[in-house]
């Protein structure tokens, strides 16, 4: 069975093909640049999907913390367009195709929920009629866009909190500083961050391509709830460093702007109720402490 995977080039993209490989799936990705199993987006436009496609899981987005990067208007659309816009492409196909597609997975982050300490949300919090801010307004548009797929096919949203593991994302940033010994909590480090170990996001995405009840929306994060120096804590101590240097607000402001530095010095309290009570998903990876070993150990296997 063939699976097409778009933004299948990037950081989860890469460990999902490694891991559908090894269940015995073809995976070819969608890219901006042509290569070895791989389709362009323009190819997708004018040629539809691969044939014999039995699912499509929908990664593609720039990414939002690039290092270096200027937060100015242009970057906030191509941040949206690549997703929202990208996604319709894909949908598009979807619909149009001949041979309909068995399951549709697409991404979307827990940003759709307002930062705040206070509420824990679930998949069955209502979402207020106006978006919080410029990531919630993003997710939403984003899930619109591909949920317009589940009128012919069965779709999944995996509402992803902040994945942890080698090769991107928050462990790729926060690796160096901590191994030299700079590492610690971001901002006031109080603030709750939802996240996830890669093994179990590859698994949930395996689970929402095979499972035929599942679909709607999934909370993709762990059921532990942590703060920001709980994180910083386990991430020194699978290391071996401390983790008592803490990055300033200020400086998260400087390097981010204050829209952006949101994101990291703020978070949600989230909870994958669905994962665990309807379809009984059972964690590799359940504990910060369980995963950050498991992010180290891969780096430095013994
Ligand atoms: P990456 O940035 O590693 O990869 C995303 C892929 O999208 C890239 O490989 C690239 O593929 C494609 N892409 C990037 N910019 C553009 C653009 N401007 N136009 C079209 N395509 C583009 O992301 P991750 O693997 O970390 O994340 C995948 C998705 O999951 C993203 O949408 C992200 O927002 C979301 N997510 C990730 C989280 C995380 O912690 N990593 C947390 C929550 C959500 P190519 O160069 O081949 O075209």
Redesign the pocket.
Known sequence: RSVLI??????????LQYYLRQKGYTVN?????P?HN?IT?EHLSKSGLPPGTHAVV???????L?PGSIWTEQYKK??Y???VN?TQDLVKQLLASQDKVKAFVS?????IYEPGSNTTYTEHTDLPSKPADFFANLARD?EAAALDASKDIRTTIV??????GNG???IKSSFWPFFFFAGGPMGSGTQPLPW?HIHDMVRIIRLAIEKENVSGVLN?VAPQIITNADFARAFGSALGRPAILPFPRFALNLIFSPERARIVAEGQKVQPKRLLEEYKFDYKYPTIEGACKEVVREFWPK
Request: proline share 0%; net charge positive.
């Open positions: 778009t933004g299948g080039s990037g950081f989860i993209g890469r460990a990705i969608v890219s901006r640049k290569g791989t987006w929908n990664l593609v987005g720039q990414n939002i690039q191509d941040v367009s690549s997703r990208r991404f979307s982050g827990v940003g984003w509402r992803s909190g902040v994945v942890l991107g994302g928050m996830i993709g």
